[in-house]
């Protein structure tokens, strides 16, 4: 199970392995007392960071892009996926909207990728989305 959730939420027993997927630290916030491992590679780039700024209205626009970038760099998150099929998995992010966030897209993204690699189903192919 895959779930997403504000760095500033307490831990919860039932969160199962805490990843932080942003690529600056939140604000804050102290290394030691976080818990969770942090994976800025996973995160959206700066530059698309920067574009987006946690603007709603580009949302979909950062959506599209976020999830080319994601497939165009499998290493960065492949190891999720083992994770959310064994357990819960919380991906951890600052963002005050909850709903508009890389986290969410990320879930998403894993969540695809977990559907595609259900038995029976073919190799992933990332030929149309990296253009």
Same mark, same amino acid.
């Given at each position: 199970?895959? $779930?997403?959730? $504000?760095?500033?939420?307490?831990?919860?027993?039932?969160?199962? $392995?805490? *990843? /932080? *997927?942003?690529?600056?630290?939140?604000?804050? *916030?102290?290394?030691?007392? =976080?818990?969770?491992?942090?994976?800025?590679?996973?995160?959206?780039?700066?530059? =698309?960071?920067?574009?987006?700024?946690?603007?709603?209205? @580009?949302?979909?626009?950062?959506?599209?892009?976020?999830?080319?970038?994601?497939?165009?760099?499998?290493?960065?998150?492949?190891?999720?996926?083992?994770?959310?099929?064994?357990?819960?998995?919380?991906? @951890?992010?600052?963002?005050?909207?909850?709903?508009?966030?890389?986290?969410?897209?990320?879930?998403?993204? /894993?969540?695809?990728?977990?559907?595609?690699?259900?038995?029976?189903?073919?190799?992933?192919?990332?030929?149309?989305?990296?253009?």
């Amino acid at each position: 199970m895959i $779930r997403c959730k $504000r760095v500033y939420a307490p831990m919860e027993a039932d969160d199962g $392995r805490r *990843v /932080l *997927v942003d690529r600056l630290w939140p604000r804050g *916030v102290r290394k030691e007392d =976080l818990a969770a491992e942090w994976l800025k590679d996973v995160a959206p780039s700066n530059e =698309l960071r920067q574009r987006f700024h946690h603007e709603a209205g @580009l949302f979909g626009e950062f959506r599209e892009a976020y999830r080319k970038e994601l497939a165009a760099h499998p290493e960065h998150w492949w190891g999720l996926l083992d994770v959310a099929r064994k357990g819960n998995l919380t991906l @951890l992010y600052g963002a005050k909207d909850e709903k508009h966030n890389n986290a969410q897209v990320l879930a998403e993204f /894993l969540e695809d990728e977990l559907e595609r690699l259900h038995p029976g189903s073919s190799p992933t192919c990332y030929a149309g989305e990296l253009e």
